[in-house]
């Protein structure tokens, strides 16, 4: 079984970055597509970004695509989502998941899922 633990959020003014870690446990990491997920204030869980299991691949929301970068580093059982140019609408809570089908937008596809790290952007 993988477990999953996000760090990294915090509160940030328009236009920062943050990086979000997410820790993974378990031997078989590196065969699981990763993916990270939001969840505004009220609101549903939307997709953000995924990579592959050799990190060959990678694929972003429209919303953060060209100011999120996804990355992994498999000898670590790490996978990152680096956040530039933020802006308020992206405040959420960030959670990390991992997938057996590769990369995917689709949430049921995520077996396992961490508990979340808070994102709040000031204007």
């Known amino acids: 079984q993988v477990q999953l633990v996000e760090s990294g959020g915090g509160l940030v003014q328009a236009g920062g970055s943050l990086r979000l870690s997410c820790a993974a446990s378990?031997?078989?990491?590196?065969?699981?597509?990763m993916g990270w997920f939001r969840q505004p204030p009220g609101k549903k869980r939307e997709f953000v970004a995924a990579?592959?299991?050799?990190?060959?691949?990678?694929y972003y929301a429209d919303s953060v695509r060209g100011r999120f970068t996804i990355s992994r580093d498999n000898a670590q059982n790490t996978v990152y989502l680096q956040m530039n140019s933020l802006k308020p609408e992206d405040s959420a809570v960030y959670y990390c998941?991992?997938?057996?089908?590769?990369?995917?937008?689709?949430?049921?596809?995520?077996?396992?899922w961490g508990q979340g790290t808070q994102v709040t952007v000031s204007s």
């Open positions: 990579i592959s299991a050799s990190a060959g691949s990678t």
């Open positions: 998941a991992s997938s057996p089908r590769g990369v995917t937008v689709i949430m049921d596809e995520y077996h396992y």
């Open positions: 378990g031997r078989t990491f590196s065969i699981y597509g």
